[in-house]
């Protein structure tokens, strides 16, 4: 994502990534080949209003977040700036403050099929069709008539676009689905299984290593910085 003097599609994946497992980089990867994106900038949240507290710090999540990109695609880059910001986060704020900081880039922002199920309760959420397109991966469990009636409740007109799993609405505003990313894999599990003693194969052994040796979500134990 380096400066080529013309705007770039950029993809934008929020998350607690608590931890970040192999489901988001194969979730990032897709959606990169996919849209043709020029990058992805992954924003790992410091204080997520829609969420209960992290198991583990803003700290080592962003640690972890960084030792899993390291073997993956060049074009994947962490972002430091839901820190940087007072709490708590929302979307809405932190696609105002990129557009500040990066300029009139496209931007894609990346959620599961679960979080566009409640996207229309999201804090302003009629501008985020205004300050991005997004990609949305689907999810186990959740229908594409569930897709759609989500889709219906998002503010303005969005039909389907061509034969791809694509909607646009009149001023240009997108969705895209990822069909294939329907993995059973969620952090929430994995962070179950390394409380019971077991080492997930869904996390990167490099992650794993990092999770054992700061004793990360052991006994459900909240984790502060050490």
Known sequence: MSGSGKNQNIGLFGGTFDP?????IAVAELAIHKLSLDGIL????ADPPHKKQPGASYSHRVAMLEIALAGANPEFQVSLLEAERAAPSYTVDTLLELKKRLGSQNFYFIIGADSLLELHLWYRFRRLPELTDFIVAARPGISMDAVQQAITRLPGNFLPAGSVMQWSREDGARIFYLAQTAEDVSSSSIRRQISRGQQPNTVSNKVLEYITAHG???????TVDH
């Open 20 to 24: 970040v497992h192999k489901g988001h």
């Open 216 to 222: 990360l979500y052991k006994n459900g134990i909240t």
């Open 42 to 45: 992954f924003i790992p949240a």
